[in-house]
Nanobody, 124 residues
Framework: QVQLVESGGGAVQAGDSLRLSCAAS????????MGWFRRAPGKEREYVAA????????YYADSVKGRFTISRDNAKNTVYLLMNSLKPEDTAVYSC?????????????????WGQGTQVTVSS
């Protein structure tokens, strides 16, 4: 059983940056692909980014490509999401997920474990 705890959310202005963290415990962190998803008010959860087991490969949704950067530190059992040039439409609850198989990184059903999420609010 893997436990995931996100942190780093907050309220910022458009154009600002935030770095989210997701700390994992209870499993072998390096054996999981990690992903970030978000859910805006009134919308379904959507894929944001994912990173391979070693961190060598990263993947992004088109809406965040060039602005967000996903990374991981397997020694610290932590995955990060650096968010630059934030926009009001980035406002959402951001959650991290852990995936053992890596077959379809953009689908939330692929992920085995989830954190509780952290709120990001971007005002114009």
């Amino acid at each position: 059983q893997v436990q995931l705890v996100e942190s780093g959310g907050g309220a910022v202005q458009a154009g600002d940056s935030l770095r989210l963290s997701c700390a994992a415990s209870g499993g072998t962190f390096s054996s999981y692909i990690m992903g970030w998803f978000r859910r805006a008010p009134g919308k379904e959860r959507e894929y944001v980014a994912a990173i391979s087991w070693s961190g060598a490969s990263t993947y992004y949704a088109d809406s965040v490509k060039g602005r967000f950067t996903i990374s991981r530190d397997n020694a610290k059992n932590t995955v990060y999401l650096l968010m630059n040039s934030l926009k009001p439409e980035d406002t959402a609850v951001y959650s991290c997920g852990a995936d053992r198989r890596g077959n379809n990184l953009r689908r939330e059903y692929e992920y085995d474990y989830w954190g509780q999420g952290t709120q990001v609010t971007v005002s114009s």
